[in-house]
């Protein structure tokens, strides 16, 4: 791959904004709140630490993830929906990257699993080995739920919304997606791509990785969001962008491979497929002009697979 692909960010060094969430039920809300406004604004982007998941878990989390993708090949795609001689289909259960974007491969193998609403759980492609890994994904997802919830509260009232505007928006009946990304290390000198530029399409991508490799598009340059014990890398998606009318930022980002295994584990907030989303009023009034057309999250999602970087460039119905 390119010899610009760099691990170690920006020349002017540039550092993703760490948040720290201790205190954020209370004393040190009002705080939070601005860093979260601020780094929505600037970044997109932003890490957390005492965010009340256990680091416990995130390490069983990390240890039977590893586990599983030390599998034989053929017991992964146990847990596949599709057949290897088919389509391969990405957005559930196991599978390989082996998809071109914009005339690229991206690398590696994945887990993704729908875990909310539970009736959308399919657990014959959640992997029986190692043993505790539904109990743990299940455990993990449950309280990603709970950190959602409190994110969704702070990045409310960053946006001079009432505290329960977003959980509200988005219902009991939000999506959840659990997604593990397997990448093998680098058999180049200099660092390759892993997974192409891009922003994600769903709302809100709270995310671990076990070593480097992530990096953020700022200001023209690629900036690498290092790894910090036990915090979670939480990155705005689409939706975000588009219910704010442009002031909170959907990042690119990419994924690069280095000289070792990597692992990176995220789960995703979207909405239910038949909520319309569009930029809210308040905002629109306070940042003119509207910037966005209105369409459901399924319209949404079918149309950016064919029309890249398409929140980018919408235009409002005038």
Same mark, same amino acid.
């Given at each position: 791959?390119?010899?610009?692909?760099? #691990?170690?960010?920006?020349?002017?060094?540039?550092?993703?904004?760490?948040?720290?969430?201790?205190?954020?039920?209370?004393?040190?809300?009002?705080?939070?709140?601005?860093?979260?406004?601020?780094?929505?604004?600037?970044?997109?982007?932003?890490?957390?630490?005492?965010?009340?998941?256990?680091?416990?878990?995130?390490?069983?989390? /990390?240890?039977?993830?590893?586990?599983?993708?030390?599998?034989?090949?053929?017991?992964?795609?146990?847990?596949?929906?599709?057949?290897?001689?088919?389509?391969?289909?990405?957005?559930?259960?196991?599978?390989?990257?082996?998809?071109?974007?914009?005339?690229?491969?991206?690398?590696?193998?994945?887990?993704? #699993?729908?875990?909310?609403?539970?009736?959308?759980?399919?657990?014959?492609?959640?992997?029986?080995?190692?043993?505790?890994?539904?109990?743990?994904?299940?455990?993990?997802?449950?309280?990603?739920?709970?950190?959602?919830?409190?994110?969704?509260?702070?990045?409310?009232?960053?946006?001079?919304?009432?505290?329960?505007?977003?959980?509200?928006?988005?219902?009991?009946?939000?999506?959840?997606? /659990?997604?593990?990304? #397997?990448?093998?290390?680098?058999?180049?000198?200099?660092?390759?791509?892993?997974?192409?530029?891009?922003?994600?399409?769903?709302?809100?991508?709270?995310?671990?990785?076990?070593?480097?490799?992530?990096?953020?598009?700022?200001?023209?340059?690629?900036?690498?969001?290092?790894?910090?014990?036990?915090?979670?890398?939480?990155?705005?998606?689409?939706?975000?962008?588009? @219910?704010?009318?442009?002031?909170?930022?959907?990042? @690119?980002?990419?994924?690069?491979?280095?000289?070792?295994?990597?692992?990176?584990?995220?789960?995703?907030?979207?909405?239910?497929?038949?909520?319309?989303?569009? !930029?809210? !009023?308040?905002?629109?009034?306070?940042?003119? !002009?509207?910037?966005?057309?209105?369409?459901?999250?399924?319209?949404?999602?079918?149309?950016?697979?064919?029309?890249?970087?398409?929140?980018?460039?919408?235009?409002?119905?005038?």
């Amino acid at each position: 791959m390119g010899s610009d692909l760099k #691990h170690n960010g920006s020349s002017r060094e540039l550092e993703v904004p760490v948040i720290d969430l201790q205190g954020s039920r209370g004393e040190r809300r009002s705080v939070v709140v601005q860093q979260i406004r601020s780094a929505c604004v600037e970044w997109g982007l932003f890490q957390v630490i005492n965010h009340d998941i256990s680091p416990a878990l995130m390490k069983k989390m /990390f240890q039977v993830a590893k586990e599983f993708f030390d599998l034989p090949t053929e017991e992964k795609w146990k847990y596949s929906s599709s057949e290897r001689t088919t389509t391969v289909d990405l957005f559930h259960g196991y599978g390989t990257k082996e998809f071109g974007t914009k005339g690229a491969l991206d690398q590696g193998d994945q887990l993704r #699993h729908r875990t909310l609403p539970l009736s959308a759980r399919a657990y014959e492609q959640w992997p029986s080995h190692p043993p505790s890994f539904r109990e743990i994904e299940e455990e993990f997802t449950q309280e990603h739920h709970k950190l959602k919830e409190h994110l969704f509260e702070l990045i409310s009232e960053s946006l001079n919304l009432r505290s329960s505007f977003l959980n509200d928006f988005f219902g009991k009946d939000y999506a959840q997606t /659990f997604l593990i990304n #397997h990448y093998l290390a680098s058999v180049e000198q200099t660092p390759s791509m892993g997974l192409q530029n891009h922003s994600d399409i769903c709302a809100l991508t709270v995310l671990m990785q076990s070593v480097s490799g992530l990096q953020v598009m700022k200001d023209g340059e690629w900036v690498s969001v290092e790894p910090i014990q036990d915090a979670f890398a939480v990155n705005l998606g689409d939706q975000f962008e588009i @219910l704010t009318n442009g002031l909170y930022k959907s990042p @690119l980002h990419r994924a690069l491979l280095n000289s070792s295994e990597r692992f990176s584990v995220g789960v995703f907030s979207c909405p239910p497929d038949d909520k319309v989303v569009t !930029p809210i !009023p308040e905002l629109v009034a306070e940042f003119p !002009p509207l910037r966005y057309k209105a369409s459901t999250y399924a319209q949404y999602r079918a149309e950016v697979m064919t029309v890249p970087d398409m929140v980018k460039t919408l235009t409002p119905d005038l």
